[in-house]
């Protein structure tokens, strides 16, 4: 009562003092404190204490005040630690300038502004970062995420085993990495990952990379398109033997909500022997599921690989769909490499851009599950032609970055035992699911080739299918009038090489693919080309490692390849 009686006349005061400019709301203050230290006559002493008391209150607030203001500004600025630029004409992508990477990696502020921008932009590229060592490369990526997984490929020049090495020639780094056809990296575990970085050492003209926007890619499908996509799952794995439930396999949602961006993303790898097949959940009213219960009902296989999917993918509401389709991969693949090459011109130059001026020291951000990327032909130019092509490249994972399908259902990651190699820690160890998923993947149903993309896969190198590579090579220089001659010494060298060990057919096709090289023989292009790409095939189905998957990879793919070409027309779309 007594604060109250004395301190309403001058509230007034106050809040006509506050509302005025900054001058008078100063002078507002100390004509306040003198009229408290020196009183009129006819002021109550009460009043004079409450009066001081309400001065000083003032003054207190107003300097807390100017304190928040100083604050904010300080803020501002300190947030402010470098200049983005926008790439021109796509909807993602920037580029920054003139700023050390390396000395922001001591600065919380300035490593958190670096990760929100990266997925901000999707593609963030730092320019002239060529003090970054190695140990700041780690650092700087585990700010970004968790360098944690069973992924790492340690090549026997890497600095760092976490440090994946690339290169144009093997002898400095792999090579002919993520070349297989569009795809985000880690769709080998429960999440893809959050995020990777590239730095290059030594950048070569024409090595470049393209990426492509999957938020872009999804809304331009047609919309039959769309919501199979919408239903599908894509599976994964590694390890020695998965149909016996060796090995870890993921399940993933070929679409989903970006954990981090909230816009649609999907998750896929266009690469054959990344890729075991596709799951579709296929929501029925109840007649219609009765009668496929009947139908199905003496399918052992089918009905055991649909219980098990139904108790893993069950979702927050155990809202499942208790039938399933099980899809080889190829035609899906096919469906979505024609849905990229299909799309209008404006919208490609917003979906996909090429980052073409790479170099040394430029190092790049990427907000993996927002971008799909491929290297370009010119990634794998040999050094005597266009110089040394190094790159560092390091991929985190997230844990609370696991991705959902548009009804909740979270990926899932199955185990079983590994006669060689770890498994990842948040795998699930259920082999008898695996081994029965698995099956029912490779007993995949026929589905409609034409609808879903035909034989459009893109990229020069990619092979036809049912085609020989030597007969592919014979029929490419019998149609160009080419003479035979080259193909006979080259597979006059292969059989030599052939009837000694697998360790010599292999350096004997190494030394036939640089020989051969179309940058390498410019003046004889149309016998070249023919014969590079037979060797090329070769040097793929020789089962070279490219990951670690490869004993399992070729038997199941065999087999994939076997049901795709025997498919017949189908409805899966519609």
Sequence with gaps: MFVACGGAPFAAQHTSAASAPAPAARFGVVHAARRAVAPTPKAWPWQVACS??????????????????????????????????????C??????????????LENPDAL????????????????????LMPEDHIKLSEALGSLEHILHRPHPKAPDPRLLRVANDDREGFMSVGTSGWHVDGVMLQAPFAAQTMHHLHAIPGGDTLFLGMKELYHSMDEDLRELCDRLWFVSGVGDDLQQG?????????????????????????????????????????????????????????????????????????????????LPALPVQESLQKA??????????????????????????????ALAHLPAPGTQTLPLVSGL?????????????????????????????????????EAVQ?????????????????????ELGGDQRGGDLQMPKNIPARDEALRALEETQQPLDL???????LEAADGQSREIFGKTLKKLLREYHPDRNQSRTKQAVPIFRYLWRLHKEQGRAASAMAPTKGRVVDRLRQKASKITVGDVVG
């Design 52 to 89: 001081a008391w309400s001065a000083s209150a003032l003054t207190l607030g107003c300097a807390a005040g100017r304190r928040k203001r100083r604050a904010e500004r300080t803020q501002v600025v300190r947030l402010a630690f470098y200049d983005v630029t926008p790439r021109e004409g």
């Design 487 to 493: 193909l006979k010494v080259v597979d006059a060298e």
């Design 91 to 104: 909807s993602f992508g920037a580029s920054v300038r003139g700023f050390s990477v390396k000395e922001a």
């Design 389 to 425: 092509r190094v790159f560092h490249r390091t991929t985190m994972t997230n844990p609370s970055a696991v991705p959902r399908n548009l009804r909740g259902a979270s990926a899932v990651l199955l185990a079983g035992p590994r006669k060689d190699g770890p498994t990842s820690d």
């Design 430 to 450: 259920d082999p008898d699911a695996m081994r029965d998923i698995l099956r029912a993947v490779m007993a995949a149903t026929p589905i409609n080739v034409d």
């Design 246 to 326: 060796e090995g870890q396999m993921s399940l993933l949602p070929l679409v989903y909500d970006h954990p981090f961006r909230g816009d649609k993303t999907m998750c896929f790898h266009l690469g054959q022997t990344y890729c075991l097949g596709f799951i579709e959940e296929v929501p029925l009213d109840v007649v219609m599921e009765m009668f496929a219960n009947v139908m199905t009902r003496g399918d052992g296989l089918l009905k055991g690989a649909r219980a098990q999917l139904q108790r893993i993918l069950a979702g927050p509401e155990n809202n499942c769909p208790s039938q399933f389709r099980f």
């Design 112 to 131: 958190e502004q670096i990760k929100a921008d990266m997925y901000k932009h999707r593609l963030l590229i730092f320019h002239g970062q060529t003090d």
């Design 340 to 369: 990229i090459d299909g799309m209008d011109p404006t919208l490609r130059a917003q979906a996909i851009t090429k980052v073409d001026e790479w170099e040394r020291g430029d190092l790049a951000l990427i907000d993996n599950m």
